[in-house]
Structure formats: C-alpha cells, structure tokens
Nanobody, 123 residues
Framework: QVQLVESGGGLVQAGGSLRLSCAAS????????MGWFRQAPGKEREFVAA????????YYADSVKGRFTISRDNAKVTMYLQMNSLKPEDTALYYC????????????????WGQGTQVTVSS
C-alpha cells in the first residue's frame, strides 16, 4: 500500500507560480507510476500530468502543457508539480495518485489517492 500526502497549495495571483509536493509512504514508491489530477467545484476530476515510475516519461494535459512540470525524486519518495504562469482557471483541489501499472490520464487507473491541496489563482 501507498499513502500520499499533498502540500504546497495556496493563494496566488494570476501569472504566479506554486510548487506542489506529494510525499509517499512505503518502500515501493519507485515501482509506482504517479499522476496529478484536479477538481474544481461543480466539475469532474480532470487529469493534469503523469510520470512513469522511473521518471523517464511524462505526460501532460493540453491545458497545462508548457506551464506545468511534473517530476519525482524516488530517493525522497516525493513527487512534485511545478506550476508556472498560473491562470484563474487553474483554481481547483489538486490530488496526487499512484498506480502500480502504466501511467495514465484516467482516474480509474489509480489505486491510491491523497486528500488534496487547494490551489486558488486570483485574477
């Protein structure tokens, strides 16, 4: 099993930056592909970015491509999401997730989820 805890959310002005972290428990972190998802009020959970277990491959939603960067440090059992050029439409609760399988943009692929960290971007 993997337990995930997100941090780093907050209130930022449009054009600003935030770095989210996802700290994992367990010694098997390096065998899991990881993803970031977000959910705004009244909307479905949507894919943001994903990274393979060895960090060689990354995958982004079109809406964040070129602005967000996903990374991981398996030695620190932590995943990151660097968010630059933030827009008001990026406002959402951001979740990290883990899957023992291949990385994916489908929430149903992921077996483990954190509780989320709120990101609010003001205009």
């Amino acid at each position: 099993q993997v337990q995930l805890v997100e941090s780093g959310g907050g209130l930022v002005q449009a054009g600003g930056s935030l770095r989210l972290s996802c700290a994992a428990s367990g010694r098997t972190f390096s065998s899991y592909a990881m993803g970031w998802f977000r959910q705004a009020p009244g909307k479905e959970r949507e894919f943001v970015a994903a990274i393979s277990s060895n960090a060689y491959n990354t995958y982004y939603a079109d809406s964040v491509k070129g602005r967000f960067t996903i990374s991981r440090d398996n030695a620190k059992v932590t995943m990151y999401l660097q968010m630059n050029s933030l827009k008001p439409e990026d406002t959402a609760l951001y979740y990290c997730a883990a899957t023992p399988g291949h990385y994916s943009d489908l929430p149903s692929t992921y077996a483990y989820w954190g509780q989320g960290t709120q990101v609010t971007v003001s205009s």
